[in-house]
């Protein structure tokens, strides 16, 4: 049965375009969203590359048309919003944060955030949470990789990141 289960949630993640909670596989599938948890452990164990997003279970996409950067960013916690913002106004999808912590090397969050009720849900997840962001642990400093269409649309993020103060710059 859990074979069987485990077969579904491959289904239920291919078919859609979207992340899936584990709430709502959990429901789907009438076990504890703790049971998909460990679910998602084997099939990891597996091969399986399934992204755990603040929206839910991704499975990462074939085609992408979009081009890939990374920008060096610092912020307080306070500014989150307003950096996370500025990329996503710009057409940019936030697609992870990066921390190189001393022991760990990289530690990596995903994101997938690509609208302002995007960022919002976010940031209000992290209040209700109380967990502190991943650059704590590097004084406001980390990574974003995003993806974007169009190269003025970058450069439009890049230097509205650096009128902010947000942009690390070389």
């Known amino acids: 049965m ?3 289960r ?11 375009a979207g992340p899936v909670s584990g709430s709502a596989l959990a429901k789907q599938f009438k076990v504890s969203r703790q049971v998909i948890v460990q679910d998602v452990a084997i099939l990891r164990a597996k091969g399986y590359e399934i992204m755990a997003t603040p929206q839910g279970y991704l499975l ?7 081009e ?8 307080t916690p306070l500014e989150t919003g307003a950096e996370l913002n500025t990329m996503v106004d710009f057409g940019l999808k936030v697609l992870d944060v990066q921390v190189e912590h001393p022991i760990y090397g990289e530690l990596k969050g995903y994101l997938m955030l690509e609208s302002r009720q995007d960022v919002k849900r976010f940031v209000e997840r992290l209040k209700v949470e109380g967990v502190p962001l991943l650059s704590s642990l590097t004084n406001g400093v980390h990574l974003h990789t995003v993806e974007y269409r169009r190269r003025e649309d970058l450069e439009g993020a890049r230097q ?10 070389e």
């Open 60 to 66: 990462p996409q074939e085609a992408n048309v979009c």
């Open 2 to 4: 859990s074979e069987k």
């Open 160 to 169: 509205a990141l650096h009128k902010h103060g947000f942009l690390i710059s």
């Open 68 to 75: 890939q950067a990374v920008l060096a960013v610092r912020h």
């Open 6 to 16: 485990r077969e579904k949630i491959i289904k239920a993640l291919t078919d859609n």
